[in-house]
């Protein structure tokens, strides 16, 4: 693969320059835009609110400071409501009300993005599916579960694994984040790598559309090829052209058996050579293989006080098993960790069987993000690459960036591809800024990856949709928005660039 050509570099660059709109500056396309002529909140329409959701109409801006703020405290919006409907036919009326009079409204979650999607930017109307909590149906035979959107992820595990059964996504937001959230960002994950991603596991949805209509394809078959998949326009659309109101998934059996290792590698080759055994030696077995290099591991020791199990290495695997014979599974590790071992692939590590261990060892993967936040300010990059190319871009960063950046550290989804690059400064930097972007996608677009694995567009990184996406297509999803969403209601500023608006 040869560098980008000058023509395409220029192409791509005057797309995004000309998607930023007047409010995005020339040096941060991630910007806000100018806000759009959607009407304002007036007292009539607090007053129609509160009569459809009398105590659930939130005007107080003490409440309303954590939901108009994101996770990371990089964006904040200044909305002055926020709704919290219990059923479909609230969500039906409150956005028929809003589609009328032209407010914006912001469908938001459990608030865990990392990219400006779950928060207002300006004044949009907040509509959170937080008392949206209900599971609908679970059929033990078939493993299919129909809950509400605003489902925790982690409440529908506890209430799966009480059966005998399994969520098919696991996420380090989980104990936060809402299924509906989930869906709508299409959330990849720890599981991805044994279960696949939302786009195949979730069988039905039941969306509000912006006028108010409501779309019940609830369904609950995994076959049925009766005309278009219209969910999967839903999936991973960020909450712009419908609000998810419910969801069915269809969930794994829990595995009988689980194991977890944790080693070390000297090298990324090493760790991808490791990879490449770990497929061929554990296959069916095989649940999750993550990885996190040495900065992560100082940052976690640093800030959270968790204890690296293994001897200092430039580089960390997390290895998950899940099966139905013990026995089997186990002597499946062994022969692998044997292999690795003895062929100086791995120089160390450790096994855990039990709850409370294999728990302390994926901690030592899930809490990365949280060491990150105590290191600054943090710009996050999630990117998917051909999988011996992830590591080089973080290399690349580092001699890019030198001394301007605090910390540069990867960890992600080696069996997805998905690389999470994050670089840390001791505040907002604006000249770093510069100097990643548009860089990272640059070397993103140039070996064929996508600028945004899993995470979403957003806010943030709306406007280098180009980098992954030909104009054809992305001139198509602003033609599906304008049928679906007409005066552009739902989620304004996020996902398309400002150019298609």
Same mark, same amino acid.
């Given at each position: 693969?040869?560098?980008?050509?000058?023509?395409?570099?220029?192409?791509?660059? *005057?797309?995004?320059?000309?998607?930023?709109?007047?409010?995005?500056?020339?040096?941060?396309?991630?910007?806000?835009?100018?806000?759009?002529?959607?009407?304002?909140?007036?007292?009539?329409?607090?007053?129609?609110?509160?009569?459809?959701?009398?105590?659930?109409?939130?005007?107080?801006?003490?409440?309303?400071?954590?939901?108009?703020?994101?996770?990371?405290?990089?964006?904040?919006?200044?909305?002055?409501?926020?709704?919290?409907?219990?059923?479909?036919?609230?969500?039906?009326?409150?956005?028929?009300?809003?589609?009328?009079?032209?407010?914006?409204?912001?469908?938001?979650?459990?608030?865990?993005?990392?990219?400006?999607?779950?928060?207002?930017?300006?004044?949009?109307?907040?509509?959170?599916?937080?008392?949206?909590?209900?599971?609908?149906?679970?059929?033990?035979?078939?493993?299919?579960?129909?809950?509400?959107?605003?489902?925790?992820?982690?409440?529908?595990?506890?209430?799966?694994?009480?059966?005998?059964?399994?969520?098919?996504?696991?996420?380090?937001?989980?104990?936060?984040?809402?299924?509906?959230?989930?869906?709508?960002?299409?959330?990849?994950?720890?599981?991805?790598?044994?279960?696949?991603?939302?786009?195949?596991?979730?069988?039905?949805?039941?969306?509000?559309?912006a006028d108010g209509r409501i779309l019940n394809c609830l369904a609950t078959l995994r076959k049925d090829n009766t005309g278009y998949d219209l969910k999967q326009l839903f999936i991973g659309s960020e909450g712009t052209l419908g609000v998810i109101t419910a969801v069915s998934i269809l969930c794994p059996r829990k595995p009988k058996a689980v194991n977890v290792a944790f080693l070390g590698c000297s090298s990324f080759q090493q760790l991808l050579e490791t990879f490449q055994c770990c497929r061929g030696m554990l296959?069916?077995?095989?649940?999750?293989?993550?990885?996190?290099?040495?900065?992560?591991?100082?940052?976690?020791?640093? *800030?959270?006080?968790?204890?690296?199990?293994?001897?200092?290495?430039?580089?960390?695997?997390?290895?998950?098993?899940?099966?139905?014979?013990?026995?089997?599974?186990?002597?499946?590790?062994?022969?692998?960790?044997?292999?690795?071992?003895?062929?100086? =692939?791995?120089?160390?590590?450790?096994?855990?069987?039990?709850?409370?261990?294999?728990?302390? =060892?994926?901690?030592?993967?899930?809490?990365?993000?949280?060491?990150?936040?105590?290191?600054?300010?943090?710009?996050?990059?999630?990117?998917?690459?051909?999988?011996?190319?992830?590591?080089?871009?973080?290399?690349?960063?580092?001699?890019?960036?030198?001394?301007?950046?605090?910390?540069?550290?990867?960890?992600?989804?080696?069996?997805?591809?998905?690389? *999470?690059?994050?670089?840390?400064?001791?505040?907002?930097?604006?000249?770093?800024?510069?100097?990643?972007?548009?860089?990272?996608?640059?070397?993103?677009?140039?070996?064929?990856?996508?600028?945004?694995?899993? *995470?979403?567009?957003?806010?943030?990184?709306?406007?280098?949709?180009?980098?992954?996406?030909?104009?054809?297509?992305?001139?198509?999803?602003?033609?599906?928005?304008?049928?679906?969403?007409?005066?552009?209601?739902?989620?304004?500023?996020?996902?398309?660039?400002?150019?298609?608006?």
């Amino acid at each position: 693969v040869t560098d980008l050509t000058a023509v395409d570099r220029a192409l791509i660059q *005057h797309r995004c320059v000309h998607s930023r709109g007047l409010g995005a500056s020339p040096g941060n396309p991630g910007a806000a835009p100018p806000r759009l002529p959607f009407s304002r909140v007036t007292q009539e329409d607090l007053a129609f609110f509160r009569t459809l959701l009398p105590g659930r109409t939130i005007t107080d801006p003490d409440l309303l400071k954590s939901s108009n703020v994101d996770w990371l405290k990089t964006v904040e919006g200044n909305s002055e409501v926020l709704l919290r409907p219990k059923t479909t036919e609230e969500v039906s009326q409150i956005l028929r009300y809003c589609n009328e009079r032209n407010l914006a409204v912001c469908p938001q979650g459990g608030n865990t993005g990392l990219v400006g999607g779950s928060v207002p930017v300006f004044d949009e109307i907040i509509l959170s599916t937080s008392l949206m909590k209900q599971v609908i149906t679970f059929d033990n035979i078939s493993g299919i579960l129909t809950c509400q959107a605003g489902c925790v992820l982690e409440n529908l595990s506890n209430y799966l694994e009480e059966r005998d059964f399994i969520m098919p996504l696991d996420l380090g937001a989980k104990g936060s984040c809402h299924i509906g959230g989930n869906v709508s960002t299409n959330a990849g994950g720890l599981r991805l790598l044994r279960y696949g991603s939302l786009r195949g596991t979730v069988l039905g949805l039941e969306v509000v559309l912006a006028d108010g209509r409501i779309l019940n394809c609830l369904a609950t078959l995994r076959k049925d090829n009766t005309g278009y998949d219209l969910k999967q326009l839903f999936i991973g659309s960020e909450g712009t052209l419908g609000v998810i109101t419910a969801v069915s998934i269809l969930c794994p059996r829990k595995p009988k058996a689980v194991n977890v290792a944790f080693l070390g590698c000297s090298s990324f080759q090493q760790l991808l050579e490791t990879f490449q055994c770990c497929r061929g030696m554990l296959g069916e077995i095989l649940s999750a293989f993550e990885f996190l290099d040495a900065s992560c591991m100082s940052l976690l020791e640093k *800030h959270l006080k968790l204890t690296n199990p293994i001897t200092e290495s430039p580089f960390y695997i997390v290895i998950e098993t899940a099966g139905s014979n013990a026995t089997h599974d186990e002597e499946k590790l062994h022969k692998f960790l044997e292999e690795v071992m003895t062929s100086s =692939l791995v120089t160390d590590g450790t096994v855990a069987t039990e709850a409370t261990k294999i728990k302390a =060892l994926w901690s030592l993967r899930e809490r990365v993000t949280e060491a990150l936040t105590h290191e600054g300010y943090t710009y996050k990059y999630d990117i998917s690459l051909p999988v011996e190319k992830i590591y080089d871009l973080v290399q690349d960063m580092r001699g890019h960036l030198g001394d301007m950046a605090k910390n540069v550290v990867g960890y992600g989804h080696v069996g997805d591809g998905n690389l *999470h690059l994050n670089i840390t400064s001791p505040s907002k930097d604006p000249a770093l800024l510069a100097a990643i972007e548009p860089y990272v996608y640059e070397w993103t677009s140039k070996w064929k990856g996508s600028i945004s694995a899993e *995470h979403g567009l957003g806010l943030k990184k709306r406007n280098y949709i180009y980098y992954s996406k030909p104009s054809e297509a992305v001139a198509l999803m602003g033609s599906i928005k304008a049928m679906l969403d007409p005066k552009g209601i739902l989620n304004p500023y996020k996902t398309l660039p400002d150019n298609i608006h």
